[in-house]
């Protein structure tokens, strides 16, 4: 197995929203905020090449929206093709997508427009979701998340005949699947065995380094409490056991291991897992 680091550009969104509860005097010193008090953050995603598999877990949100959609965002950097082409592939070669779930910043990559079509990015791939999540998604969003759904990064993975929903053990040899559903219901968690360490992708649990601590949850989740006790039973798990955590947002920090500290579970070392 071999992973690689696909940057799909970066995006900006409200620091207080991103934080939620926790004051801008404390959040801004990790993570500043600009005059309209928004953060920049990562589209960050993972290609794992696992012999005849190359498995891309999320896909930024792609580029297919209109102007105006864009200007809320800013998004910039790289594209999430143009980082698979410096990892070496194409698109014809990624054969599974892993969508951790359908929010735009994770799914909008995964459509994209051919002429007056969308069709899915990666042709030869399967893409694989959670059933129950696909049916909040598509068939009763609720009012919070509805704006997060949007169809043209969702139906045509239907349509295409490419969508595959993972239920009971994970399709992918060294590849568990965590379901958590404090953001939303049913995120998965690819969480990875590799070169003897594990990985968990931490998608929209821990977005990035700043929220290792319990209280720092986001706005944006649906059940900010319950995102508290997941994180109170996965973080100590991790470091006891020496996980490292992969942040699909945090700008700066890809990746880190765990300490134990005074205050709480902490950000450990800085760890390029593509040199492990």
Known sequence: MQLHIIEAGYFKLDGGAMFGVVPKTIWQKLIPADEKNLCTWAMRCL??????????????????????????????????????????????????????????????????????????????????????????????????????????????????????????????????ILKVDGHTDKMMLPLISYKGRKILYCADLIPSSAHIPIPYVMGYDVRPLLTMQEKEQILPKAQQENWLLFFEHDARVPACSLMETEKGIRMGEIVDIESL
């Open 47 to 176: 290609l794992i090449e696992n012999e005849k598999r190359l498995i891309l877990v999320d896909t930024g949100m792609g580029n297919k929206q209109d102007e105006k959609f864009f200007s809320y965002y800013e998004p910039t950097g790289d594209t999430l093709l143009s980082s698979i082409e410096k990892a070496g592939f194409r698109a014809e070669d990624i054969t599974d997508v892993i969508l951790t779930h359908l929010h735009f910043d994770h799914a909008g990559g995964a459509i994209k427009r051919e002429g007056e079509k969308l069709v899915p990015t990666f042709p030869n791939a399967r893409y694989w979701s959670e059933k129950t999540h696909w049916e909040l998604a598509t068939v009763r969003p609720n009012a919070r998340e509805k704006a997060s759904f949007l169809k043209e990064n969702i139906l045509p993975l239907q349509e295409s005949g490419q969508l595959h929903f993972i239920e009971g053990e994970s399709p992918f040899e060294g590849v568990e």
